[in-house]
């Protein structure tokens, strides 16, 4: 099968649901020409032109209120996000207008739009352009929130996500760009809600989200060496979350890891964790961890940034720890 | 507070054509901001006699800028609304028995009680949403703009806010991309003087319509108090918007009668007696245009009469209903988070 990077992935995920629907458009700073920095968008305006793939003044309130006005009158828009931390500029359109207005309107009212925009650490970018926030979207009812960990899964979440009827938030990991994965040439969606098992194992299951799913994998590999198999699996997203997948693969296992690159505090670790020691509790034989990113704004020194986010070393001693019974004390 | 600049409206005087030719429309008009003056006077009741959850705010003094507005739209055209959202949202043609029902929070309301009063709308007639964040709805009106001219409609799109509303930073970043893209959005600033217990000199430096004409946006201002002024200036706006010549903004000087909401009573500290005392008598909007009708021979003082003990007793009517009406189902509290349809 081909390789294709996540960027062009997303591209052509974006391409081929706006030739099937005139009334999908893209709207966002330096979307059109310059196809966004990470040049994701490159050769759309050349393939749909300005009037759909709208470049926009540096407003993000705007620009997200204008595709919320738009997705409630017949319009299916892709919001672009330059960098998920700008979140923080467009909460109100986006949680209290967008997230809301399907509810507040008895069900009379609807907001097709996707937000896609982008986490990771480690791009040495500092404390504003490296957050990982999908926790904060993922806390609102009415979101839903999908996290591609790979090409593959980018490409066919976001056909997903640009049909649904909902906002969906997607977060693409920036420093994922440039990697390959195999993406078949013929049309295919993931659905929403549906995990994936990426690696079948018995003593321990991860649940990693996004880029995770990469450290986790790593972390299986180097385990397994030692004779301890690790089950993975991504969730692809947090709002729905498959509960039932994970759930069966821990009364399986007896063990959980939740790796996720949000800060590790009131996080989606945390709400992870605690649904399994709320529903599998009396199959567990360890106290279920979490590993987040540090509770600290993103530091710019590598020497300090790379502390922050979780590694494949990290967890695989994490997971070494736990399976000798070292974490009880809650060390 | 800039009025009539070079660039406004002539406010208050009635336009230059036959009262006669019109009267279908004139009546209309007067029957629906009776509408919305019996129904403020009905919800102040529900409030009063502790028959209604929460609090409400009242659009009485108001109703020639609504209607005015409303009057010159088509129900394909869209609306945002504000907190204050009563009179925009009879004035798009909607129904009092699904309003006060919306109020009272009874399944049969527009939004199956969900929203209240802070988000009653009726969605039909193009009413995108009454909205409880200030300025709130500033983006949504702008992008139905977009919306309309992407999809090749003609409707247009008109975005209620207040004086208050105008601090908001949304404002500037929209009405910038309307501008940009010439988009058939009409900005309809309702000043009556005070943002909850201040007044707009307090909080708005310079004028409000220069705000908007920084962007190259024509802006007008206009009696808000006179529904033929407002109507006639809003009929020439919303013609041309469908042309491709908006956006537009206009300031409307107007007056709210009651509280910033039903709980405000004792208000002597930011806004005196007098002065609304005043208002009511000069100025209100009803009365003056009753005046008109008359005076032009559109209608006698005693049908005027009639149709307004008919408003009110409809308007009896609906709460009577609203009253009995049944809650929604506690099945319901979980329903509408997302629209169900298989993507
Ligand atoms: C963003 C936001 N800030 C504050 C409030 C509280 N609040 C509700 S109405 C209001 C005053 C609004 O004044 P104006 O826009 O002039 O409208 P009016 O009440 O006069 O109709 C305020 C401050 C709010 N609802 N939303
Ligand atoms: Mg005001």
């Not at chain 1, 196809?35 to 705007?62: A, H, M, Y």
Request: hydrophobic content about 40%; charged content about 25%; glycine content about 10%.
């Amino acid at each position: 099968m081909r390789e294709i990077t996540l960027s062009k992935a997303v591209n052509e995920a974006i391409a081929e649901e706006m030739r099937r629907d005139p009334t999908i458009f893209l709207i966002g700073e330096d979307v059109a020409e310059a196809g966004t920095p990470f040049k994701v968008l490159s050769g759309l305006v050349e393939e749909f032109g300005t009037e759909r793939v709208i470049d926009t003044p540096i407003s993000e309130p705007g620009f997200m209120g204008v595709a919320v006005g738009a997705a409630m009158t017949g319009s299916r828009p892709i919001v672009d996000l330059m960098f998920g931390d700008f979140l923080f500029l467009v909460m109100d359109q986006l949680c209290n207008q967008a997230a809301k207005t399907h509810y507040m309107s008895g069900g009379k009212l609807k907001v097709p739009l996707v937000l896609r925009t982008n986490l990771g650490a480690t791009r040495r970018s500092a404390a504003q352009h490296s957050q990982s926030l999908h926790a904060l979207v993922a806390h609102i009812p009415g979101l839903k929130v999908a996290m591609p960990s790979s090409a593959y899964e980018a490409k066919g979440l976001m056909k997903t996500a640009i049909r649904d009827d909902n906002p969906v938030v997607i977060f693409e990991d920036k420093l994922m760009y440039q990697e390959k994965a195999p993406v078949p040439e013929e049309e295919y969606l993931i659905p929403f809600g549906q995990a994936n098992v990426v690696r079948e194992g018995r003593d321990l299951t991860m649940v990693a989200t996004s880029s995770m799913v990469q450290v986790a994998l790593a972390a299986a590999h180097a385990l397994e060496g030692e004779g301890i198999s690790v089950e993975v699996i991504d969730p692809r997203t947090i709002v729905p979350l498959d509960e039932a997948t994970i759930l069966n693969s821990v009364r399986k296992t007896s063990r959980a890891m939740v790796i996720d690159e949000g800060h590790q505090s009131y996080g989606i670790t945390g709400e992870i964790a605690s649904r399994i020691g709320e529903k599998a509790f009396y199959h567990l034989d360890a106290p279920v961890v979490r590993m987040g990113a540090m509770d600290v704004p993103v530091p710019f020194s590598p020497a300090l940034e790379d502390l922050t986010v979780p590694t494949p070393e990290g967890v695989a001693e994490k997971a070494r720890k736990m399976l000798r019974g070292e974490l009880f004390d809650g060390a | 507070m800039a009025k009539a600049g070079k660039t406004s409206a002539t406010a208050g005087k009635a336009p230059a054509r036959k009262a006669s030719d019109n009267s279908g429309a004139y009546l209309r008009m007067y029957r629906q901001m009776l509408r919305i003056r019996a129904f403020e006077d009905q919800a102040n009741q529900l409030y009063l006699s502790a028959k209604m959850p929460g609090l409400t705010h009242m659009y009485s003094g108001q109703e020639a800028v609504a209607v005015g507005i409303c009057e010159a739209l088509t129900p394909e055209d869209k609306i945002t609304s504000t907190h204050r959202g009563h009179g925009h949202c009879v004035a798009k043609g909607a129904e009092f028995r699904e309003m006060f029902c919306e109020l009272l929070g009874k399944a049969e309301g527009y939004c199956r009680g969900k929203g209240g009063s802070m988000h009653i709308a009726d969605q039909s007639n193009g009413n995108l949403g009454a909205n409880a964040i200030v300025g709130g709805s500033m983006g949504i009106a702008t992008g139905a703009a977009l919306s309309a001219r992407r999809l090749g409609r003609d409707d247009v799109a008109v975005c209620f806010f207040g004086d208050g509303a105008t601090a908001q930073g949304l404002m500037y970043e929209v009405m910038n991309m309307a501008a940009l893209w010439k988009l058939p959005v009409i900005y309809a600033c309702e000043n009556n003087g005070y943002s909850e217990y201040t007044k707009t000199a307090e909080i708005a430096a310079g004028s409000l319509i220069a705000r908007a004409e920084a962007f190259g946006i024509e802006a007008f201002s206009v009696d808000g108090q006179d529904v033929l002024a407002v109507n006639e200036l809003a009929g020439r706006l919303v013609a041309r918007a469908r042309k491709g010549e908006g956006p537009f903004f206009i300031e409307l000087e107007t007056y709210r009668y009651h509280g910033h909401h039903v709980g405000d009573i004792n208000r002597d500290y930011y806004r005196s007696k007098d002065e609304e005392a005043r208002w009511k008598a000069e100025r209100d909007p009803i009365t003056n245009f009753a005046r008109w009708l008359v005076a032009e021979g559109v209608a006698a003082q005693d049908e005027l009469a009639g149709m307004a003990a008919e408003v009110k007793a409809d308007a009896e009517a609906a709460v009577a209903h609203a009253l009995e009406a049944p809650y929604p189902d506690v099945s319901e509290v979980d329903m509408h988070v997302f629209v169900e349809t298989a993507a």
